[in-house]
């Protein structure tokens, strides 16, 4: 580059007012004074360029967009507000619903227990009957009683292992 050579300028003192008009949409039949100066001026010709293009794409783009109406916005903020108010309402009813499902599992482990000691009550009647072999009217009733108190523990233990199961999926299943 030769010294006599000038660089183009890369700025210009009008490019804010420019600017304006074409965002605004002033330009060009508002200012008529800022139209001449763009003619002569590299800087501000370009700015009207890339500005203008940048406006028609952004009105554009408004036109195409399609908001909802604000009445669906409204209907939709509503079902929203209703759907979270009742999750919260149910929060206190699913812990009471674990609690409860805690207390199944205890009440069946309580049951399994009982039946335990009555598996082993069996095994003292079992001895029993063996003292007694030569009675058999003893053994007759032994068994009698053990079928008698035998049979509902074990329909207890069994409803206990069935309802367990069933609270504690109703507990942790979410709606």
């Given amino acids: 580059m030769s010294l006599g050579a000038r660089r183009p300028a890369s700025e210009c003192s009008r490019e804010a007012d420019v600017l304006e008009a074409v965002t605004f949409g002033r330009w ?36 195409a967009a399609q908001p909802p109406a604000a009445g669906m916005v409204w209907w939709r903020a509503t079902i929203r507000a209703r759907a979270d108010a009742a999750r919260t309402a149910t929060q206190p009813i699913s812990v009471l619903q674990g609690v409860a499902g805690a207390c199944i599992v205890g009440a069946a482990a309580g049951l399994a227990t009982v039946a335990w000691r009555s598996i082993q009550w069996f095994d003292r009647i079992g001895e029993l009957a063996m003292q007694f072999e030569s009675h058999r009217d003893g053994l007759a009733s032994a068994s009698a009683i053990a079928a008698h108190h035998g049979l509902p523990i074990l329909i207890a233990v069994a409803a206990g292992l069935v309802l367990a199961p069933l609270a504690i999926y109703f507990t942790l299943a979410d709606d």
């Fill in 28 to 63: 060009p039949e508002q200012c008529a004074e800022l139209v001449t100066h763009a003619a002569s001026c590299a800087v501000c010709a370009d700015l009207v360029e890339v500005a203008r293009a940048l406006r028609d794409d952004r009105e554009w783009l408004c036109r």
